[in-house]
């Protein structure tokens, strides 16, 4: 039975600088934090670094969307901190608003801010 997203896991060859990056992004220290891995706890879901992961170009199609509060805003800081634009804010109906751009390694780092969405309503 599958229950639920644990991890988004990135690519990170330079497992240093991406950790000292996301530790910037996201405003917290990781929880985990070794050679092989360095695993973020954002919200209650882990944003995971991985140093010998295979890069796959182009994206797979998948990305992860992290819940801000304000898109146009955290999309405008993450720029500010070193990210490239990938899909401005955009509204896609019903006030939900999502962007991405691309971490310093490629990566591509989703956001969304939707009113609609209560993490705390169980199935």
Not at 12 to 21: E, G, H, Q
Not at 26 to 46: H, L, M, R, S, T
Not at 91 to 96: A, K, Q, R, T
């Amino acid at each position: 039975m599958i229950l639920g997203l644990r991890t988004a896991a990135y690519p990170a060859p330079d497992l240093a600088r991406a950790k000292a990056w996301y530790t910037q992004a996201f405003g917290i220290a990781p929880y985990f934090d070794e050679p092989f891995y360095v695993g973020f706890n954002i919200g209650g879901f882990e944003l995971g670094l991985v140093p010998d992961a295979p890069v796959s170009l182009p994206p797979s199609g998948v990305v992860a969307l992290w819940g801000v509060d304000d898109c146009a805003v955290e999309y405008a800081r993450l720029l500010g901190l070193g990210a490239t634009m990938h899909e401005e804010p955009k509204d896609v109906g019903g006030g939900i608003i999502v962007a991405s751009v691309l971490d310093p390694f490629g990566n591509i780092l989703g956001l969304i801010c939707n009113p609609q969405f209560d993490p705390k309503a169980v199935r």
